[in-house]
């Protein structure tokens, strides 16, 4: 199953055009690249939901901690792992 995880911007990288910003993301301790083309108001410390490696939109701290805990719960978060 896919899913659109949130994490939290910890860096980012600009390039020469929109569609190439990219950043490192943390999601909850494991860190992915993942394009920001989407999101071009977000900035490092924000929270984003991400799926299939595109950050689709931005989301509050609050929210972002709730979606991890489900996903704990339901034993979830191995999508993530390398």
Do not use: W
């Not at 083309?37 to 410390?45: D, M, R």
């Not at 709730?66 to 978060?77: G, P």
């Amino acid at each position: 199953m896919c899913l659109a995880v949130p994490g939290k911007i910890i860096s980012i990288d600009c390039g020469m055009e929109e569609l190439m910003r990219f950043g490192k993301v943390n999601f909850g301790g494991i860190v992915k690249d993942v394009n920001l083309a989407y999101v071009p108001e977000a900035k490092i410390g924000d929270y984003v939901i991400v799926h299939v490696g595109f950050a689709l939109n931005t989301v509050d701290e609050a929210e972002a901690q709730k979606v991890f805990e489900y996903l704990r719960e339901m034993d979830s978060l191995d999508e993530l792992k390398e």
